[in-house]
């Protein structure tokens, strides 16, 4: 990225990664509350403070390594919200909205970042200084936001397009299918280190990134 070392393109995504990782659980936690579940905002996590969301691992280990390791591929996940689906008023159906609430909530940071890039650009001559850095922010909460939102709509439980696809299924059905959850995590791993999950999202990845710098004229 524009000839940045790793501790100085590490300081342009601090910000975009915690906003991403931290809406997406709020997101999942809001839907919920609205759906009849209380459980989120009981625990306080119904908070914009990514200090309640932060997973030591998920958060700083894992996007730090890949970043510094130069994989070409950066992701990461926060503390799961906690979601009682038996508080949910229609509890399969609401639970494919509260599941879905994270990935929409990546789409539309996404799209506040394109925002932002487009603001900079309009006025960037009042605060030179300050440009390069929040264009490379910008380029990075869409990357970021992009990546979270189509990493997570895969239907491989316990991803959030599993919970949707679990939503449809006959009862025994999803049963059987939400058991794969132990090792769904297990096989994001081999998919991301064996290079064919970049092949696979990919594709969607760039469309939406080439559809929203096309939207604001970038």
């Known amino acids: 990225m524009h000839g940045l ?18 809406v997406h659980e709020v ?3 809001w839907m919920a509350r609205r759906f009849g579940d209380p459980t989120a905002m009981m625990l306080g996590r119904l908070t914009l403070n990514p200090l309640k969301h932060i997973d ?12 510094f390791a130069d994989s070409g591929f950066i992701f990461g996940w926060a503390k799961p919200v906690p979601v ?19 990935p929409l909530s990546n789409l539309l940071m996404a799209l506040l970042w394109g925002l932002m890039i487009k603001l900079v650009l309009t006025v960037g001559e009042l605060f030179p200084a300050f440009v390069e850095p929040l264009l490379l922010m910008g380029q990075f909460g869409i990357a970021i936001n992009l990546v979270l939102m189509v990493l ?8 959030d397009g599993s919970r949707v696809v679990s939503a449809f299924l ?15 995590l297990l096989v994001v791993a081999a998919l991301l280190f064996s290079r064919i999950l970049g092949r696979l999202i990919g594709p969607p990845i760039r469309f939406l990134e080439s559809a929203i710098y096309t939207l604001f004229g970038l």
Do not use: C, K
């Open 27 to 29: 997101a999942h936690g």
């Open 152 to 159: 997570n709509l895969l239907p491989i439980p316990p991803l």
């Open 84 to 102: 009682t689906q038996q508080n949910l008023r229609h509890p399969e159906r609401d639970m494919a909205w509260v599941a879905a609430a994270g």
């Open 170 to 184: 006959p009862g025994p059905l999803a049963w059987h299918y939400n058991r794969f959850e132990a090792f769904g």
């Open 56 to 67: 030591p691992i998920g958060t700083i280990l894992v996007p730090a390594l890949l970043l």
């Open 5 to 22: 070392n790793s501790v100085q393109l590490f300081a342009v995504a601090a910000i975009p990664v915690l906003f991403a990782i931290t």
